[in-house]
């Protein structure tokens, strides 16, 4: 039973063809394409309404030379929404939920921003290492701590996004079973689960979007910093 829960984080396999290619491509065909004609349908509107409210309030805070970032960051926002809430529709699978994927998103956008403030500004992206004011016998270990916490900060970001949507997929199919398990034994209370199944639906997919968003505002809190 254990392991018949964790089964629908493996990868699916046809064939001895992996399926996880077909799982990452599929989300861009629901994206209309772009037109150049002056009417525009309802879904195209809706997307670029959105796309553009997104990048304002993510890059209000990020000087005009972070502001080329734009088009990087709101893909990968649109991509993780897709595949989040792609995931939550039966039987699909849901790519971001392996760490490996989420840390092949996180570490090279990541590693992009410590390379442009290295560049950039040396001075100023070493100085986050060490506070002002720091007393002299404290130097080592801050600086210590802090070259640690800089390079957790991509396993922080592909951890999070995992471990949130693990556990509410596991949340999910741990009250379904209940409920299909309790309906010809105490229908009652069966009715009673559906309805907390049903409103952990709802939670679910606040939290699909909710980390897709957190996931590309953390990187652009690490942009705002190097630029």
């Excluded at 953390?218 to 942009?223: A, I, K, P």
Aim: zero cysteines; hydrophobic letters at 60%.
């Amino acid at each position: 039973m254990t392991l018949s829960f964790f089964d629908q984080f493996m990868s699916p396999v046809y064939l001895g063809i992996p399926l996880m290619a077909l799982a990452l491509t599929f989300p861009w065909t629901l994206f209309p394409a772009p037109s150049s004609r002056w009417v525009k349908n309802h879904l195209l509107t809706l997307q670029n309404w959105f796309i553009k409210q997104f990048v304002h309030q993510i890059f209000l805070p990020i000087n005009v030379g972070g502001h080329k970032w734009a088009a990087l960051l709101a893909s990968l926002m649109i991509f993780l929404i897709s595949l989040n809430m792609l995931g939550l529709l039966p039987y699909t699978f849901t790519p971001t939920t392996q760490l490996s994927l989420n840390m092949g998103f996180a570490v090279p956008v990541w590693l992009a921003t410590v390379i442009i403030g290295m560049r950039n500004n040396p001075t100023h992206a070493l100085g986050h290492l060490l506070p002002e004011g720091t007393p002299t016998p404290l130097i080592p270990i801050l600086i210590i701590i802090e070259t640690i916490s800089l390079f957790i900060r991509p396993l922080a970001l592909g951890v999070r996004l995992t471990a949130n949507l693990t556990a509410g997929h596991l949340l999910i199919q741990l009250i379904a079973t209940a409920a299909f398990v309790l309906l010809p034994l105490m229908p009652t209370v069966a009715i009673l689960t559906a309805i907390l199944l049903f409103l952990l639906t709802l939670l679910e997919v606040a939290v699909a979007m909710i980390q897709a968003y957190v996931f590309v505002l953390l990187l652009s809190l690490y942009l705002q910093e190097n630029v």
